[in-house]
């Protein structure tokens, strides 16, 4: 829950989620001046609606929290303090994605979201799969497969690393290895193992994901074809 004494001092280093609400409060100051102001640029009817938030009373909800991504707020920030370093526009789309619905729904959040910042970043997604803690691919297979040229089903238990080329997969393993953390995005280009046999090189980005009451991990992948003159 947020605390409910909004002058709460920060403490030293990265600011603990119990701060949710000073930060919240800092980045519509920041950005509109006022209460009111955020209020009318995001279609919020009455000002005291804000207050449960503000004053510690209510922790953001998932309408608030679209409210806030709508209007551009860092909402890694204001729930824990961290500011993410993104390495691209598409990484971002999967990251912001997170805070959308259950990770069940990527498919459909990865469309929304793409169609929401469309008129910011027109960053075209080719395809969507879901990971288990040992790249195994999972569900949400059919655009993948359809964007590799694989028959329907055909992916589904493969290791997604086993596709990657062999001077591709150690490096790209290494490194997804060493950022295993919930909450990591990753960005890579890579020749990835077509249905006939073929590398095509795609755009890909993995988002690390802790699974809900367990200690286990799943991983996210959206991707692409590069542009031709990539």
Known sequence: MIPSNPHKQKSAGTAPISDANIRLREY???KHGSVNAFCKAAGIKYPAQMTPYLNGSSSLGRKM???LEEDGADID???TGKKREFSSEFAQKLMIS???TELDN????????SDRLGEFSNVPIDAYTILDKD???ERFSHSIEKLLGYADKKLVGRNFLELLHQNDREKIEKEILRNRKGGTVLSFLSRI???DGRYARIEWSIFVN???MSENIEFAVICRKPKPDR
Do not use: D, Q, T
């Not at 990527?106 to 979201?113: C, D, E, G, P, S």
């Open 77 to 79: 920030w204001i729930l």
């Open 210 to 212: 802790e699974v809900p």
């Open 193 to 195: 193992l077509n249905g």
């Open 98 to 100: 997170h805070y959308r």
């Open 28 to 30: 519509i100051i920041s």
């Open 135 to 137: 790249f195994r691919i």
């Open 106 to 113: 990527l498919l459909r959040k990865a469309r929304y979201i």
């Open 65 to 67: 929290l679209k409210r």
